[in-house]
C-alpha cells in the first residue's frame, strides 16, 4: 500500500511542476572474471579504405570452464598493431565474460524538480510583459531571431484555453536588458 501511495504523490509531483524531469539509470554489476587464457591468436589484414583490421581469438577459463572469445578492431594504420590488437583483445574479454556469467541489473529512477520561476513558460502575456527569453514559446513557422530599429527581436506563440477552446496567439518580443524580453506585440 506505501508503495501505491508514494506512486501517487510522484505523479502528482511531476504533474503539479513543468520543470521535473525524469533520470534514468540501469546499472550492470557483474563480479564474474577470466581465471586464465589460452595463447591468444592474432591476425593483422588490410580492410577496406586503406585501413587495417586486427582479429583476435583465444580461450579463457571461466567459472572453471572454457570458452572461445573472439575480437576485432579496425583503424587507419596510424598506430601500432599492437595498441589495436589489445582494443581487440579487451573486447573478446568482455563479450566472453557478457555471454558466459548473469550480471546484477539495478534500475533506479529519480524525479528532479525545481520551483524556479524563471524557467516557467509565461501564460496569458500581454503587451509590456517582461520575462527571460526561456519563458516564451519559440514560433515554430519562424524560429530565426530579427532585428527591428536595432534590437533583437523573435517570434512567439501562446496556446490559451478559452470557452472550451484552444487559440493560439502569436506576437513579437524584443530583447530589452541582458535575457530579458519583453512583449511588443501579440494578436
Known sequence: MKKFISLILVTTAALANDNCVMQERTV???STFILERSTIRRDVVPFGNNQKKCIVDFRV???GEWYTAFGEHAWPGD???SQ???IAVNQAEVDAIARV????VTNERVL?????PEL????????GTIGDAGQFRP????PNRFYHNGVQCRWFVEPTFTNGNVHMFQGVVCEVQDQKWVVVDKF
Do not use: M, V
Not at 528532479?112 to 524556479?116: F, G, H, L, P, S
Not at 514560433?139 to 519562424?142: R, S, T
Open 28 to 30: 550492470t554489476t557483474n
Open 139 to 142: 514560433h515554430p513557422d519562424y
Open 79 to 81: 598506430t601500432p598493431s
Open 112 to 116: 528532479i524538480c525545481k520551483d524556479r
Open 101 to 104: 556469467a548473469r550480471g546484477n
Open 84 to 86: 589495436a590488437c589489445a
Open 120 to 127: 516557467k513558460t509565461l501564460r496569458n502575456s500581454q503587451l
Open 61 to 63: 577459463r571461466i567459472k
